[in-house]
């Protein structure tokens, strides 16, 4: 059974961690190794780890959008350390173990196969992106250089436009067939959550989260 990491405070709107998110070690020791003013950094790490990692009905805003856009979003939040790329959180060995362990702790597996759907998703798009729907290729022409009474036939290379809508086709339907695993899977995992008695979270502000 997953547990609630992260969430937002509906009073400030900041990124808080719960009793039972700071007893996770790489959360614990990511906040206790923090010399910045105030916490700076840890608050801003988890800031962007929620932004970025969290799903569900209490997670990011942006949790549908695709994970480069994701991370460009989070780094630019209130509460996100503005002066630094997302390459910085997604680089600190610190913040790599946090991430590791808010997924395993915080999603089922259900939940974690169908993030990798999306992330699958998200490359099969790009993919898709960089196929032309023409494409160039080179084809051989014998052509003559003397005359009727004395031929000389040689081959030259020519550059053509072919049609490549076919295997932009192959593509559509790779990412068809992934969004329909991916409303799979989301059935499962509501049917999952009701078992767990999971439809929502109560978060009392005051009894949670490192000061």
Not at 172 to 195: C, F, P, R, T
Request: proline share 2%; charged share 35%.
């Amino acid at each position: 059974m997953s547990i609630v990491i992260l969430y937002i405070d509906s009073v400030d709107g900041q990124v808080k961690i719960t009793k039972e998110g700071k007893q996770i070690s790489s959360f614990l020791r990511l906040y206790e190794e923090d010399t910045s003013p105030g916490k700076k950094f840890f608050r801003s790490a988890i800031a962007f780890i929620f932004y970025v990692y969290a799903i569900g009905e209490h997670g990011s805003p942006f949790q549908n959008i695709f994970f480069k856009n994701r991370c460009t979003i989070a780094a630019r939040d209130k509460w996100v350390d503005k002066e630094r790329d997302p390459e910085e959180y997604l680089e600190n060995k610190l913040i790599i173990k946090a991430i590791e362990e808010f997924n395993e702790y915080s999603k089922s597996k259900l939940e974690r196969f169908q993030e990798k759907l999306f992330d699958d998703m998200e490359k099969t798009i790009e993919e898709l992106n960089k196929i032309p729907m023409k494409k160039k290729i080179f084809i051989e022409l014998d052509i003559n250089f003397g005359t009727d009474e004395s031929p000389d036939m040689r081959k030259v290379k020519k550059q053509i436009e072919v049609d490549n809508s076919i295997e932009k086709m192959k593509i559509y339907k790779s990412i068809g067939e992934i969004y329909d695993l991916q409303k799979k899977y989301e059935q499962m995992i509501a049917a999952e959550k009701i078992v767990e008695g999971k439809k929502g979270y109560i978060f009392d502000t005051k009894e949670t989260g490192l000061r």
